[in-house]
Every structure is written in structure tokens, then in C-alpha cells.
């Protein structure tokens, strides 16, 4: 093999270490916080909410290189063409990425402000939880994983301080947020293997319905959601009832892989319905992360996702 192929093949190994179409869906929990902390009635910097979005993603990039990391041995078996164990990336570059990364991206949620300081903090604890073990354990490591989108939106809430942490909009959807990325968490638990997915699949549309009517409910009296927003809301639902639909009988574990990657791409629409509560600023917001569909589909059908 010459250098060249060999230089593109790790380019192309690192690409797929951070399952680039999964990046897309970063940026949009953190934005989806600051717009509904800005509802909620709180005061924030755009610059600030960047910030806190920038640190969600390097947050995103560090846990994705770091449980590969802590998969080796497992991929060794199960995966052996994934980055690390192929040999096109070493563990110990990967791991020394991971922490780089990671405290690029908690330095700039220092730079946001105190309160987005803390968030990044117990995100990075929870990213490092999970891959280090805690997804092994049935039930709680799903919601571990919910849990670190939950605090990616706090993230953004947290640009707009003490009052946009404590919103009740915004506590609405990090709770919905978390709960839904949990259960597609817990459907992808077993995608490798041929077996009936059962009620799960429809978990994450039932989660979605609950989340948006709280969030009807948690809004400052007098103020009327903007037809985009429902929406959004209502795209976001038929999405994930259409993928649970997918997951009938006993699907093959294909079928299940890319239903996921669907689940999740599904969050674009997800951030859209939660920015797009608020008038105008918000609403832009929602249509600019829906207007990313397109390439995160064409990235999905290069790359993995789940």
C-alpha cells in the first residue's frame, strides 16, 4: 500500500470512528436549550449559547473516539474492521484524541460562563460512566446514555444561566430528550442479533407525544406556539411511529441498524419542534436543523451510525 492510500485510509478510519452523520445532531440540543431557556424567559448571549454548542460537540466527538476505546477487545471479535482493532488507528492515539478533545471542549464551555462550566463537567463524568461500563448494565446504562443528551441541552440552557437551567420548558424537554434517545438506546441494545424488538419500538413516538404536550403545558401563560413548532412536533412523532413500524416481527439486524440511524436522524426534527417554540430566533433555528435532513441522509449511506 502506498503512503497516500494509507494517509486516506486513516482520514477515512477517523471519519468513521466519529460516525460522522451522528455529528449533525449534535449542535441542535444545545441550540434547542438556549431558544427555549430565551422562552422560558431568560436573557443569554447568542456567542455564548456558540460556545456551549461547540462544547457539545467536541463532548460528542471525545465520548464516540473513547468508547471504541474501551470496545477493543469486544470490536476485536465482533467488528474487527471498526478503526481500532484494524489496526488503521491505535488505541493509544485514540485515547490521547479522546482527552484533547474533550478538554478543548470543556474549556469552552468555561468561556460561556460558570453554570456551563458545571454542565460540561458532569456531561464529560457521564460520557466517561457510560463507555467505561455503565452501558453494560440493563436499564440504567440506556438512560445513562439519555442522560448525556439531556445535558447537551442543559449545556445550551445554561448559556442563559441560573434562570434558563431552571425553566420548566426547558426541564420538560431534557427530560423528553433523555427519555427518548434511552429507548432507542435500549432497541439498539440488541441490533446485532435476530429478535423480536416487541412494544420497544413504539416507545420512542409514545415518549415524543408525552414530552411535546408537557411542553404545551410548561409554556409562560399567554403565549401561543407558533404553527411551525407544532409542526415540527408533529413530523418528529410520525417519524419515530414510521421507524417503530419498521421493527415489526423479527426483524433482521440490518434492518434494525439502519432503523436506528433513522431514530436518530429523527432528532433533527426533535431540536427543530423545541427551537421552533420560540417566535421568530427560534423558529429560523428549527428550519436551519431541519434543513440539514438532506445531508445527514446522504452521510448515513456512507457511514455508520448506530
Not at 434517545?181 to 416507545?203: D, F, L, Q, S, Y
Request: with cysteine.
Amino acid at each position: 500500500m502506498h503512503i497516500g492510500d494509507r494517509t486516506t485510509g486513516r482520514a477515512q478510519a477517523w471519519v468513521q470512528l466519529v460516525r460522522a452523520p451522528n455529528l449533525l445532531t449534535v449542535p441542535g440540543d444545545p441550540l434547542a436549550g438556549f431558544m427555549l431557556a430565551l422562552l422560558g424567559g431568560a436573557e443569554g448571549r447568542p456567542g455564548r449559547a456558540v460556545l456551549c454548542a461547540l462544547a457539545s460537540l467536541c463532548l460528542y466527538i471525545a465520548g464516540l473516539i473513547s468508547n471504541d476505546y474501551f470496545d477493543f477487545k469486544e470490536d476485536a471479535i465482533a467488528r474487527p474492521r471498526r478503526p481500532l482493532p484494524s489496526g488503521l488507528i491505535k488505541p493509544g492515539a485514540a485515547l490521547g484524541m479522546a482527552v484533547l478533545v474533550a478538554l478543548i471542549g470543556i474549556g469552552m464551555a468555561a468561556r460561556a460562563g460558570y453554570w456551563s462550566l458545571g454542565i460540561a463537567c458532569v456531561l464529560t463524568a457521564a460520557i466517561v460512566s457510560y463507555n467505561a461500563g455503565m452501558k453494560r448494565i440493563p436499564g440504567i446504562g440506556c438512560l445513562n446514555m439519555g442522560a448525556c443528551r439531556g445535558l447537551s441541552l442543559l449545556l445550551g440552557a445554561s448559556a442563559a444561566g441560573s434562570v434558563g437551567l431552571s425553566s420548566r420548558v426547558v426541564i420538560s424537554a431534557a427530560c423528553g430528550l433523555t427519555l427518548y434517545v434511552a429507548a432507542v438506546t435500549a432497541i439498539a441494545a440488541k441490533e446485532m442479533e435476530t429478535v423480536k424488538v416487541g412494544g420497544k419500538r413504539w416507545v420512542p413516538a409514545a415518549v415524543l407525544v408525552a414530552c411535546f404536550v408537557l411542553l404545551a403545558i410548561a409554556r409562560p401563560a399567554g403565549v401561543a406556539m407558533p404553527l411551525v413548532g407544532a409542526g415540527f412536533a408533529a413530523l418528529a412523532v410520525a417519524w419515530a411511529w414510521r421507524c417503530g413500524g419498521l421493527l415489526g416481527g423479527t426483524p433482521e439486524p440490518a434492518v434494525v441498524s439502519a432503523t436506528i440511524g433513522r431514530l436518530l436522524q429523527g432528532l433533527l426534527l426533535v431540536q427543530a419542534a423545541f427551537c421552533a417554540q420560540l417566535v421568530w430566533m427560534g423558529v429560523v433555528a428549527g428550519a436551519v436543523l431541519a434543513a440539514m435532513w438532506p445531508g445527514l441522509s446522504v452521510l448515513a449511506r456512507k457511514f455508520y451510525q448506530s
